[in-house]
């Protein structure tokens, strides 16, 4: 189980995170990207920042990943400059799935009430 300091860790790096792509960040293959969560080892050395986008095209996310990957330094740095941590953690840029998962369960459901009025 998290303990409350890894909670409050993870909410302030998601936030500073969504912050830093949205105004530092000037890499157009980030634009549109919505940080959905953060996850922060116990020891606070490693974080998995989770993101989605609105595009379902393979080779836009291909992109997006490979421009957050080039951001993590200065995602990294910025954080490092605006959370007081002992040690900034490593950042890894982790895509979503949730969202897309729960749109396709949406779209079945939608299918059988579409047979069942037929």
């Known amino acids: 189980m998290p303990s409350h300091r890894q909670g409050r860790v993870a909410q302030e790096i998601k936030r500073e995170a969504t912050d830093i792509l949205r105004n530092e960040v000037r890499d157009p293959r980030v634009d549109g990207v919505t940080i959905t969560d953060a996850e922060v080892t116990a020891d606070l050395q490693h974080a998995k920042i989770f993101y989605s986008t609105l595009s379902d095209d393979d080779q836009v996310?291909?992109?997006?990943?490979?421009?957050?990957?080039?951001?993590?330094?200065l995602v990294r740095s910025e954080i490092g400059n605006?959370?007081?941590?002992?040690?900034?953690?490593?950042?890894?840029?982790?895509?979503d799935e949730s969202l897309e998962y729960g749109?396709?369960?949406?779209?079945?459901?939608?299918?059988?009430?579409?047979?069942?009025?037929?």
């Open 61 to 73: 996310k291909t992109e997006t990943q490979e421009g957050l990957d080039k951001a993590s330094g």
């Open 82 to 95: 605006r959370i007081k941590l002992f040690k900034t953690p490593e950042i890894r840029f982790v895509r």
């Open 103 to 118: 749109n396709r369960i949406d779209q079945i459901i939608n299918e059988l009430h579409q047979e069942d009025s037929n």
